[in-house]
């Protein structure tokens, strides 16, 4: 598999953005996914994820009741609606893929600023 990401920008803060990660190959619907972030001088970090199906999904405290995951296998492509973005929110974000995170996409820059 393999991952592309799209759907970063500038937004102000309050806005929204949906990111996008469109997978390749084959074995995308059985694999666990996942949204990570890194800003600049920080370590790169977990943002949520989501079950093979859907069925099950996590975030980070930070962003809880204001980004959704979620996935459509019939188009092999992961999503990330994040809403009510703050300027903390800035950084490139980055899809993963696999129980281990062994497959990763190049990132998509998110820069929230007025």
Same mark, same amino acid.
């Given at each position: 598999?393999?991952?592309v990401?799209? %759907?970063?920008?500038?937004?102000? @803060?309050g806005?929204?953005?949906?990111l996008?990660?469109?997978? /390749?190959g084959? *074995?995308? $619907? !059985?694999?666990?996914? %996942?949204?990570?972030?890194?800003? @600049?001088?920080?370590?790169r970090?977990?943002?949520?994820?989501? /079950?093979?199906? *859907?069925? $099950? !999904?996590?975030?980070t405290?930070?962003?809880?009741?204001?980004?959704t995951?979620?996935?459509?296998?019939?188009?092999?492509t992961?999503?990330?609606?994040?809403? !009510?973005?703050?300027?903390?929110?800035?950084?490139?974000y980055y899809?993963?893929?696999?129980?281990?995170?062994?497959?990763?996409g190049?990132g998509?820059q998110?820069t929230?600023?007025?």
């Amino acid at each position: 598999v393999q991952l592309v990401e799209s %759907g970063g920008g500038l937004v102000q @803060p309050g806005g929204s953005l949906r990111l996008s990660c469109a997978a /390749s190959g084959r *074995g995308f $619907s !059985t694999y666990l996914m %996942g949204w990570f972030r890194q800003a @600049p001088g920080n370590e790169r970090e977990f943002v949520a994820q989501i /079950s093979w199906n *859907g069925g $099950s !999904t996590k975030y980070t405290d930070s962003v809880k009741g204001r980004f959704t995951i979620s996935r459509d296998n019939t188009k092999n492509t992961l999503y990330l609606q994040m809403n !009510t973005l703050k300027p903390e929110d800035t950084a490139i974000y980055y899809c993963a893929a696999g129980s281990n995170w062994s497959i990763w996409g190049q990132g998509t820059q998110v820069t929230v600023s007025s």
